[in-house]
């Protein structure tokens, strides 16, 4: 048989809609103040006991294995010494990656040059060796660069021949490292050792990724990766599918099952006894009514419309429920996901009531109890329980960008464009594209005063039509193409951004080019991790642009 419930709720009720003579609580003679006491309650006793301590039991299961990209493959151990951001966002080096960077790879020669002079080897030796070092890894350019700048020239002009690319010695030697029993560079014995600790210095001065397993996704213009944890023999793969770049959270990630990533168990048990602190923030109410409060807080200035419900709740929580929650510390490793098993309070009544309490697990029970907060989401849409720290960095710099482009669209020629606002240079530097005057087209002879056809304005070398395409029914993207240049060659990217290396033709999924565009950038990462090393990566990162854009792009038109 159906049952109908009913209640009735007190609620205050002003006469006016000023809330704060009530608030002022002016006090008037020992009478009154005791008469307004008894009528707020703070005579009434409540037999409920105050915490005194708190016992939290549960373990913390720390991730063991890292995969980029999509899933497929076991991924590689990960120890949690390098920040996870820093894993992520690090570009993959290899030849054709540095080859553009004479900078960085003449500093690292300069270095393999002093630290073969100072390891106490015979004049000669050292002549020798330097000399075959300059022959074997020249430094130059490579010729895929594109045009040479007059700063360039200059860099070289002054190295050329006196200092050899760290860069192509260091993949050398990862290839085939030379050892004293097999001297196939004809190096002095005492030179392999120089060598060995000169590439330890390279491979900890720049954070790269592998080669061909980036985490960047180009088509989708963010980062996608999964770490891995064994819960008690369980897998658990922690997977963050769009991750953008700036600063790494526990909200990126989702929870899913075993995913192949086959990662080692690496569990601590954890038990902590204190004593819990009420929960207090900047502006919330005291304790007691007759308390004198902060002159700075005026409660009855809260002003919410019916849809704030979020200051609507704090308001709440500050004058009704505020006294109600105690905070408890829980020192969790990081780079782990915490699972709590036992919550036991000891309060005032406990040797009354027969003792301690434990408290139902978080997601446990309905109402209250299934409530609680830093809860991953799964797969499948549910919730699960567990805290989990990612290994990050807390406030790392971040340099000017050494790149950058613009995804935009433009109405006027019913195009999107991908602008190359700024490309690095060979020697470290920054090129402005758009300060750069394009190269006008050679007009045409013609008699004087007879107009002539264009069947297409010019547009800026720097602007990259992306053309649409449809792969499927249904799905569009958006392919680079490319413009021909006043000599007929066709202009390509200088840059790295708009060339990632993919096996085909660059495609743009077309929802990732909204209205507003999307800038695009490559910097230079800088941070410490815990145990005080310093870690230098590059990262690319997609922000919000700026609105459309306009190529000044025109068909069939007449020209005097």
């Not at 703070?42 to 016992?55: H, I, K, N, S």
């Not at 497929?72 to 054709?96: I, K, N, S």
């Not at 193409?481 to 000599?487: C, Q, Y």
């Not at 951004?497 to 660059?506: K, S």
């Amino acid at each position: 048989m159906t049952s109908i419930t009913s209640w009735t709720r007190l609620e205050p009720r002003a006469r006016t809609g000023d809330l704060r003579p009530s608030l002022e609580g002016q006090v008037h003679d020992p009478a009154w103040m005791l008469a307004r006491q008894w009528q707020l309650g703070e005579f009434l006793g409540d037999d409920a006991g105050t915490p005194v301590w708190v016992r939290v039991r549960g373990h913390a299961d720390r991730i063991t294995r890292y995969r980029p990209g999509r899933p497929a493959g076991a991924g590689t151990d990960y120890d949690g010494a390098t920040p996870l951001e820093a894993l992520v966002e690090a570009e993959p080096g290899g030849p054709r990656a540095t080859s553009a960077d004479l900078r960085s790879g003449a500093e690292a020669g300069q270095h393999l040059l002093r630290l073969l002079r100072s390891a106490g080897l015979p004049a000669d030796a050292v002549a020798e060796a330097v000399g075959m070092l300059l022959d074997d890894f020249p430094l130059g350019l490579t010729g895929e660069e594109g045009g040479v700048d007059a700063a360039t020239l200059r860099f070289l002009s002054v190295l050329r021949g006196r200092v050899p690319d760290g860069h192509a010695l260091a993949f050398s030697l990862r290839a085939s490292a030379p050892t004293p029993e097999e001297p196939g560079w004809g190096l002095p014995p005492a030179a392999y050792s120089v060598l060995r600790s000169w590439l330890a210095w390279y491979d900890g001065r720049h954070l790269t990724a592998a080669e061909g397993d980036p985490a960047w996704d180009a088509r989708r213009l963010e980062h996608r990766f999964s770490v891995g944890l064994s819960e008690g023999g369980t897998e658990t793969t922690l997977t963050a599918p769009a991750y953008q770049g700036g600063t790494l959270d526990w909200t990126d990630f989702t929870a899913d099952g075993d995913t192949g990533l086959e990662s080692p168990a690496d569990r601590e048990s954890l038990l902590s006894t204190t004593f819990p602190a009420p929960v207090r923030f900047p502006g919330m109410p005291a304790r007691r009514y007759w308390e004198f409060e902060d002159a700075r807080v005026d409660l009855g200035g809260v002003e919410a419309a019916p849809s704030d419900l979020a200051r609507m709740l704090v308001a709440e929580f500050a004058t009704v429920y505020g006294n109600d929650w105690y905070l408890v510390p829980l020192d969790v490793p990081v780079g782990s996901l915490t699972t709590l098993t036992s919550v036991v309070v000891g309060d005032t009544f406990s040797s009354e009531l027969g003792g301690p309490t434990l408290l139902p697990a978080p997601g446990a029970g309905a109402g209250d109890a299934h409530w609680s907060v830093h809860r991953l989401s799964t797969g499948d849409g549910g919730r699960r329980t567990g805290l989990f720290v990612p290994p990050v960095t807390v406030g790392g710099l971040e340099g000017e960008p050494v790149e950058e482009v613009l995804l935009a669209r433009d109405e006027g020629a019913n195009q999107a464009w991908a602008v190359e606002r700024r490309v690095p240079t060979p020697v470290g530097g920054s090129l402005d594209r758009t300060r750069t005057a394009p190269t006008p087209r050679p007009a045409p002879a013609v008699a004087g005063g007879t107009a002539v056809y264009r069947l297409m304005s010019d547009v800026p070398p720097h602007w990259f039509p992306l053309l649409p395409r449809e792969p499927r029914p249904g799905a569009y993207v958006l392919r680079l193409g490319h413009l021909d240049g006043p000599d007929g060659a066709p202009l390509r990217p200088l840059g790295r951004l708009l060339a990632p290396g993919l096996p085909n033709a660059y495609d743009l999924f077309s929802e990732e080019v909204p209205r507003e565009g999307v800038t695009l950038t490559r910097a230079h990462q800088y941070a410490r991790t815990r145990d005080g090393r310093g870690v230098l990566w590059t990262s690319r990162r997609a922000r919000p642009g700026r609105g459309e854009s306009s190529s000044g792009l025109r068909f069939d038109g007449l020209e005097d």
